[in-house]
């Protein structure tokens, strides 16, 4: 076990060389980070939900999608950065309530169903309404409208600032007297009202937190990628991303990062392959059957007094 | 108003099918606690093994038959296999896994059928007045009397009362004598078959293809959460309220309008009623 002050410092050298290595990488490689930086922010988002309020949300791509949506038909649509920043603001917040809502007002089991049927909703809506959206030809974000004057390490580091800042946050949230309350939600939601906890509020805020976390990442890949199709809010994304959690091991918040940049990286190389659904379907399976607390789960040290192991929860 | 009556039995015949589907899928999750993301590719499995059946057969309802005890077996048997691995797990695992499945028989049947559509002809030709084709009426009579069967088995028979012991009370039914194996197997084999004769009864009308089972996934799911989960009689209500609502929005808008509009009214039902939405376990 590495003391907490041990772990910090291994975290400061692990983002320092993060920031400091791609310097001698080339740039396609430096792209792939950035957008790695980008899904691992929304694989901690998850991880929040899933590892921590054991709320597993199986529509997280429309806390991603629909900000970086909606900056880009702003930023389509106007010539003001301020503008597209407000709308992809004002999404988040309406995306995550809204979804916040409707999932937290079901049991448990309802959430799960509930947040998979916005993402349908949202990714049919997303492909039907053409006029908006750009339909199955996607969405393009104006150059002008984006990082793209920046030179590739510069962008790399803004979003990894933004991210290691977000992230930060997270981890945090996570050690928090707030973070002990969602564990405790999570292990025993009735003992929790027992004690006082209004178990309900907790569940709606950490799912409109993480979902704005999510949507700071839909806005950074609106202003990196570029392109936006109807996949980034659709069951898809959302039901891969809760693969990257269980992958890298739920809460543990840094093992969904590396689960995230594990199976992207897999992916970029297995994609071509003729059965590759049929892959990533076994991989599903294996996972949850074989390896369901993560493969590369760290040995963080349990929090005293609260039991988390995944096969009590309900 | 021609056109509206053949709507509204469209929407008959669509409810009834998405009857057939959310039963199963609220009687496994009821009972087994079983998040099924794969119920959609057991209907398309039901689909596609009556073609099969079909092609060697020549004879529709034969094979239909015969596709649905098949897709009984195959589907349970899937639960089943990891049911022991998974025991204890919670939703979220059998969902991924049951979601696994389904990329799993998605790209089976595209690589054993390919992507194009399979068709089988009518079984039956003719029209009913107001009612539109004969061969509609027929599987929407079948699907109610499959429905009725179900009831009779849940509530008269020996087994049906052993199910229903599970259900509420897994430890009194066992401490009684009930094998808890037998019923889940049961419950497991009802269910994936109910899927799979919906999915036989709707070849001749929307013939069969890989991802034929997303679209009536969503919607059983939404009857399910709606209906209030493991419910069935709210399940079967909802069911035929969405059936309808599709069909005559068609009329008016794209069909993917239409299933927004459809859940959306649905949504908002969950938030002006949520006792009917409160998970039965």
């Known amino acids: 076990m590495v003391s907490a002050a041990g772990r910090g410092a291994i975290a400061c050298a692990a983002l320092a060389a993060a920031a400091v290595v791609p310097f001698w990488l080339p740039p396609y490689f430096v792209y792939l980070l950035t957008e790695l930086v980008i899904w691992g922010l929304v694989a901690v988002s998850l991880d929040l939900l899933i590892g921590y309020a054991g709320l597993p949300s199986f529509g997280h791509a429309v806390f991603f999608g629909v900000p970086a ?8 649509r106007s010539e003001s950065l301020a503008i597209a920043f407000a709308a992809a603001l004002v999404a988040i917040a309406a995306v995550s309530v809204l ?23 949202f990714f049919i809506g997303a492909i039907a309404w053409t006029g908006l959206t750009g339909g199955e030809n996607g969405l393009y974000v104006p150059a002008a409208m984006s990082m793209d004057a920046l030179p590739m390490h510069a962008r790399y580091l803004i979003v990894l600032a933004i991210g290691a800042l977000v992230g930060g946050f997270a981890w945090w949230l996570s050690r928090s007297a707030y973070g002990l309350a969602l564990l405790g939600i999570k292990a025993n939601e009735r003992r929790m009202q027992a004690m006082g906890y209004d178990t309900k509020k907790y569940k709606f805020q950490v799912t409109v937190l993480a979902g704005s976390i999510a949507g700071i990442a839909g806005v950074l890949y609106a202003l990196v990628v570029r392109t936006l199709s109807a996949e980034l809010v659709g069951p898809e994304l959302s039901t891969e991303a809760v693969i990257w959690v269980l992958l890298g091991g739920a809460q543990t918040l840094i093992g969904p990062v590396l689960g995230a940049a594990l199976f992207i990286s897999l992916k970029q190389i297995l994609n071509n392959i003729p059965a590759y659904p049929m892959l990533l379907g076994l991989v599903f399976v294996a996972v949850v059957a074989w390896a369901p ?16 192991d995944e096969r009590t929860q309900d | 108003m021609e056109q509206i009556a053949a709507q509204l039995a469209n929407g008959l015949v669509v409810g009834t099918t998405i009857a057939l589907t959310a039963l199963g899928l609220t009687l496994v999750f009821g009972i087994l606690h079983i998040v099924n993301l794969s119920h ?5 499995m039901g689909a596609y093994f009556t073609w099969a059946a079909h092609s060697v057969l020549g004879n529709f309802w034969a094979s239909a038959v015969l596709a649905a005890l ?26 991924l896994l049951t979601l696994g499945f389904g990329y799993v028989l998605r790209e089976l049947a595209h690589l054993l059928f390919g992507n194009d559509f399979k068709l089988v002809d009518l079984p039956l030709e003719g029209t009913v007045p107001y ?14 009397a499959l429905i009725a069967a179900l009831a009779l088995f849940l509530g008269k028979t020996r087994y049906g009362v052993m199910i229903r012991a599970i259900a509420s009370n897994r430890e009194a039914a066992q401490v009684a004598g009930v094998s808890a194996r ?16 919906a999915g036989a009864f709707m070849l001749p009308i929307t013939s069969a293809y890989p991802t034929m089972g997303l679209e009536i996934l969503i919607m059983a799911f939404v009857v399910v959460v709606v209906g209030g989960m493991g419910n069935i009689r709210g399940a079967l209500v909802a069911s035929l309220f969405a059936g309808l609502l599709q069909s005559v929005l068609i009329l008016v808008m794209k069909p993917s309008f239409a299933m927004i ?8 039902v969950l938030v002006l009623r949520r006792e009917g939405v409160r998970a039965a376990w």
């Open chain 1, 293 to 308: 607390s993560g493969l590369v789960k760290l040995r963080l040290p349990q929090l005293r007094g609260v039991r988390t």
């Open chain 1, 99 to 121: 979804v916040g809502y409707l999932a937290t007002r079901t049991g448990g089991v309802g959430y799960i169903i509930v947040t998979l049927l916005c993402s349908f909703a």
């Open chain 2, 70 to 95: 098949a897709t009984g077996l195959v589907g349970g048997a899937l639960l089943l296999a990891f049911a022991g691995r998974l025991a204890g797990a919670g939703p979220l695992r059998w969902a």
């Open chain 2, 40 to 44: 959609g590719e057991f209907y398309m």
């Open chain 2, 131 to 144: 009612f539109g084709g004969l061969y509609r009426v027929v599987v929407m009579l079948a699907s109610i």
């Open chain 2, 261 to 268: 509009v459809v859940l959306c009214t649905f949504m908002l």
């Open chain 1, 69 to 76: 949506y909606a900056f880009g038909i702003a930023a389509t």
């Open chain 2, 182 to 197: 037998k019923v889940y197997a049961w419950i497991a084999f009802i269910s994936a078959l109910l899927a799979g004769a």
